[in-house]
């Protein structure tokens, strides 16, 4: 571990090297070379070993500046120790204490605040013992000059408290920059987080569609197409013509089977918004063939109005389903009816059949039954399934329309 790893601080660069050593070679040329200058001229008051430790410490003091935006505790330390020194073993004082508010100013600007405090303390023992030490020797017997010594204490312990509050006020500043692009990455990474989820929940909702759409061609179809075959089946020998008719409702079902599965595809393939597969998909029109292949009976009452497509194609997979269910668990002698009938304000389809052996179904529990009622809760309508007065089943869809007779005309 590098010994010099405790005191580093992030975000130097190499180029603050090379900024730092020049501010340091400049401190040494403009102001320690000139006071040594004078300490030279003053050779008579100044001995020959307190000019050396002024010179050499005065150079150490100032290089240390070097260090102040990689290291800048470490900075302080070393010029702070130099600067103890030079008040122990000199009797008047050095320009080198010059560097001491630099140094607190780093310490502020780049450490946290217990340590920073830490180091304002020992700047602030510095700055006032520094003074006094060097000008009571001569000074403190006499009052007046008394107070000078401690006014000169207490404005340089001002002007390093100063440089500690420049520092500090930088460093909450970035502190608090910091924070704020912290908090925009995180409300950058938490939408990217819902919007991620509700991509998943739409794709869910995506699948969960295609289910249902699968799930009311599929299993019309083929409840049809067995039904159908079975009927042909046992017509074939006693009945031709009935066998052929029911041949040809088992292939033009496949064929609508496979539309509607193309379609399907279609829309997955497609990039648009599903709008002309809507259009396109059965709707009115189909369910007179729908019941007719089911061997049901169908009424129509009222004048249709305000309908849409989705209306329609929701009738339609009503109407499907129901269908479905009757030729699956009451079998031929289910004899169902649809009933549409519309409303000035909505429209009913009821679809009944004599018997049912499926509990399933009376409870509500079956996968097509929660598709059918997923489909008009959507339109706001309402979804009834359960036994008929008549002792068989009954699946009543009331859905909402879009405008009455008097405003259509």
Request: proline letters at 5%; charged letters at 20%; aromatic letters at 6%.
């Amino acid at each position: 571990m590098n010994v010099l790893s405790p005191f580093k601080v992030e975000g130097a660069t190499r180029n603050d090297w090379f900024v730092n050593a020049s501010l340091a070679v400049t401190g040494i040329v403009l102001v320690h070379l000139p006071f040594m200058a004078a300490i030279i001229l003053l050779a008579d008051a100044v001995s020959a070993r307190e000019a050396v430790i002024t010179g050499v410490f005065g150079v150490g003091v100032f290089s240390a500046i070097t260090l102040r935006r990689h290291y800048p505790g470490l900075f302080f330390l070393v010029s702070t120790c130099l600067i103890i020194l030079q008040v122990v073993l000199l009797p008047f004082p050095t320009v080198s204490w010059l560097v001491v508010p630099v140094a607190v100013y780093d310490v502020a600007r780049w450490l946290p605040y217990q340590k920073a405090r830490i180091y304002l303390v020992v700047a602030l023992a510095i700055a006032f013992i520094e003074p006094v030490r060097w000008m009571t020797a001569s000074v403190f017997g006499n009052s007046d000059l008394r107070t000078v010594v401690i006014l000169v204490g207490v404005s340089a312990a001002g002007v390093v408290s100063t440089a500690y509050s420049i520092g500090r006020r930088r460093y909450d500043v970035e502190a608090a920059r910091t924070r704020q692009l912290q908090a925009e990455r995180d409300a950058a990474d938490l939408q990217i987080a819902e919007q991620a989820a509700n991509q998943r929940t739409l794709e869910t909702q995506i699948r969960t569609n295609i289910a249902r759409e699968l799930h009311d061609i599929v299993a019309h179809s083929i409840s049809v197409m067995v039904v159908q075959a079975e009927g042909g089946l046992a017509q074939l020998n006693r009945s031709p013509n009935l066998a052929e008719l029911a041949l040809g409702t088992i292939s033009e079902t496949g064929r609508e089977a496979l539309q509607e599965m193309r379609r399907i595809v279609r829309t997955l393939r497609s990039d648009s918004d599903g709008t002309d597969d809507i259009a396109s998909a059965p709707g009115l029109a189909d369910i007179p063939s729908l019941a007719e292949k089911a061997n049901a009976t169908l009424t129509v009452s009222g004048t249709p109005h305000g309908s849409t497509p989705i209306i329609e194609m929701t009738l339609y997979r009503v109407v499907q389903e129901a269908l479905t269910n009757s030729i699956k668990h009451a079998g031929p002698e289910g004899d169902p009816h649809v009933a549409v009938v519309w409303h000035s304000k909505h429209v009913t389809v009821t679809v009944t059949n004599k018997v049912t052996d499926s509990p399933r179904v009376g409870d509500h529990r079956g996968t097509g039954l929660i598709g059918m009622a997923e489909r008009v809760q959507a339109l706001d309508g309402t979804l009834t399934v359960g036994p008929s007065e008549t002792g068989g089943f009954r699946v009543c869809a009331q859905i909402p329309l879009q405008t009455s007779p008097r405003e259509a005309s």
